[in-house]
């Protein structure tokens, strides 16, 4: 198979404390498991003002791989990926991009088994937290829990999603086809925050995207804290009902 070119993508603010090792673990170990595709790291950074984006320049000077976006203000993690997907679809030739987390929550032990199942030919690899083998921390309370499947739940009972985790932010999207058709403008976008997921994925469904759930482990956050609100949770039902309403009025859209 011909090797291809893909960009983890890492949206960031105020990740200073994990940035660099994580760059590190990607660059030094991860990578070199995956000899048979060119890798590439892009980290949009929310102009964070704990200096993360200066960590991510010093790792850039020394690895020709490793690239900064550095945005105007925080806009929302899903504008900070629609700028991410177009960079490294236009400027850095990305044939497949994986969106990632930026504090330690997702295992980068994980990404050879993402990649594996786009070599498999599938164009839509999700790292699943609700399925067999998947979980999120042990140590979180129940309602924290119950919030955490609240959305996907909701949007794959609504929308009749074929997936167990609609909100997961550990997923390999193709770009030929599929991630360079999403509605990546801002006009667009039915959310600039967490719910972009559930739009993204109602997309990738209705262009007849592979879908493969692999199971993860969603871990604690290593430092920092969580950007999400209870505003999302308010977001993401907006956008299950907006894209219920589509589906209601376009045959196109109709998924089950
Ligand atoms: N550039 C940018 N990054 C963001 C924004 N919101 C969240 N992030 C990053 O997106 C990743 C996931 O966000 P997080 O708050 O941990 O989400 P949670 O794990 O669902 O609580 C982290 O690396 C955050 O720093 C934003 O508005 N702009
Ligand atoms: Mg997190």
Redesign the pocket.
Known sequence: MNPMKIFVI??????SKSIGQLLDTLSEKVFKKIPNHQMGILV???NSPDGTANIVKTKSASHSNIHLLV?KE????G??YASGFKHAIKNLGADAVIEF???G?HDPNDIPRLIAEFDNGHDYVIGSRYIAGGAIPAEWALYRKLLSQLGGLTAKLVLGLPVNDATS?FKLSRVAGFAENLPLDENQMLSKY?AYKIHWLYEMISRGAKIKEIPIQFLE?RS?S???TIRDIFDSLYVVLALRFRKNKSPKHKLS
Do not use: F, H, L
């Open positions: 890492i949206p960031t603010y105020n990740e949009v950074d929310g945005e925080k806009r929302g993690i504008a900070a987390d930026g504090d929550q932010g967490y956050r920092g969580s950007k999400s």
